[in-house]
């Protein structure tokens, strides 16, 4: 089950993050100012926040196998069509529907893990499916990059395109929503020994309204989310374009920032497995040390010159630690363990519905201080950012999951 999740939200990274290293090419193609690729990869964003609202709330009532077939065969086709669409509205619209099916990813296989895996076990299981769209962050930087240089920025996402359809008919076939499905026994009765009546079946949406929407401590994680999400994707989507504009090729620039997700990797393996196995499923202790990190790192971008390699990949290698394990204990483990199961899917994309705000906002400022202000004043809004989740998440320092009906 965690391979197949592994592999599908990998897979849909090479139809989000394609873009990334696309954009330097297609400013040079069409003529597009910063700002305008702002507005484009903006939209994403946009259109995810819609759509985590409405497939979190889906996937908790329907189950979640149907609803990633359709969603990444979409964003597949939505790749394809933006690769042929003209600027800038097309290009707008295109990219935005490309985020709303995107939504169908992360609250779906959010609800898997949860019905699979105890909260005992969460963080470390966590860590390896968080290691998927890093990993699929990578390979698609590395491979659109080739592609963009090479053949063209329309290519970076054609090609894409085609593997996130192959992995959409692996995925429907492979994956299972709960061991229940199967006829294993339930998460609850794995962790307490005794079966728990209702199984996988839909608990009602009071419950779930009352797990998410109402629930404080859901509110501080999305608003930690939203802030997070500023830093993370002024990284993933505008540090190439820095790079370039420094002097780094676009090859070069793309592969030395794909360091990114590797240290992701090794950020979510350490902060999974210690938060499980030395902080009894307490996740903030590890979250807002990193954060605080993130935030000085930020605010130091500037000061790393482009052309020393070294020094290059092991501050990314830093700033990827702290993003990306912060990023999945909030938006993943901290969402299961605060909400249950039974509203799994729904406090995810709750959640991630305020990364994608955020990811919107940072996009667009970021294009829009790098062409006004200068590059300085964009990295102190992703510090900002990182800080501001910081507070927040220490508002649950002490927090663990377990302890109700439900898992």
């Not at 089950?1 to 873009?19: D, E, K, L, S, W």
């Not at 509205?89 to 105890?118: E, S």
């Not at 994707?233 to 780094?248: M, P, R």
Request: proline share 4%; aromatic share 12%; hydrophobic share 55%.
């Amino acid at each position: 089950t965690v391979g197949v999740v592994f592999a599908t939200y990998a897979t849909y990274y090479f139809c989000r993050q394609n873009i990334a290293a696309a954009l330097p090419a297609m400013q040079a193609d069409l003529g597009l100012s910063r700002a305008d690729l702002g507005q484009v990869t903006g939209a994403l964003f946009i259109g995810y926040a819609l759509g985590q609202l409405a497939f979190g709330a889906m996937s908790d009532r329907h189950g979640p196998r149907w609803l990633l077939l359709g969603g990444m065969l979409a964003s597949a086709a939505l790749n394809v069509a933006f690769a042929f669409s003209r600027p800038l509205v097309p290009m707008i619209v295109i990219w935005g529907l490309n985020g709303f099916f995107q939504a169908t990813g992360f609250p779906a296989t959010t609800k898997v893990i949860a019905n699979w895996f105890p909260p005992s076990a969460r963080g470390r299981v966590s860590a390896i499916r968080g290691a998927d769209y890093p990993t699929g962050s990578l390979l698609v930087m590395l491979l659109a990059g080739w592609l963009a240089e090479h053949y063209g920025w329309r290519w970076a996402f054609i090609v894409p395109a085609m593997v996130l359809a192959a992995s959409a008919v692996h995925t429907f076939l492979r994956l299972r929503a709960a061991p229940e499905d199967v006829g294993l026994p339930c998460v609850e009765e794995q962790e307490g020994g005794e079966a728990v009546a209702g199984g996988d079946r839909f608990h009602g949406w009071g419950y779930v309204l009352g797990m998410t929407v109402r629930n404080p401590r859901i509110w501080a994680l999305g608003l930690a989310f939203f802030g997070l999400s500023i830093t993370r994707y002024g990284f993933s989507i505008w540090a190439v374009t820095y790079l370039t504009e420094q002097g780094a090729s676009l090859s070069r620039a793309a592969a030395i920032t794909g360091v990114l997700w590797l240290g992701g990797i090794a950020g979510n393996f350490g902060a999974g497995w210690a938060s499980d196995i030395h902080l009894n499923g307490r996740r903030a202790p590890i979250v807002v040390p990193m954060l605080v990190a993130l935030a000085a790192l930020s605010a130091l971008f500037s000061r790393v010159p482009v052309t020393s390699t070294w020094l290059l990949i092991g501050y990314l290698l830093a700033v990827g630690a702290c993003t990306y394990a912060s990023d999945m204990m909030i938006v993943h483990t901290m969402a299961m363990d605060v909400a249950t199961r039974k509203a799994a899917s729904t406090a995810s994309g709750f959640i991630d519905c305020f990364g994608a705000l955020g990811s919107a906002g940072t996009v667009t400022m970021t294009g829009y201080l790098a062409d006004t202000v200068g590059w300085g004043a964009a990295f102190t809004l992703w510090a900002v950012g990182a800080g501001f989740a910081a507070i927040l998440v220490a508002t649950l320092w002490n927090f663990r999951g377990g302890g109700g009906r439900w898992a």
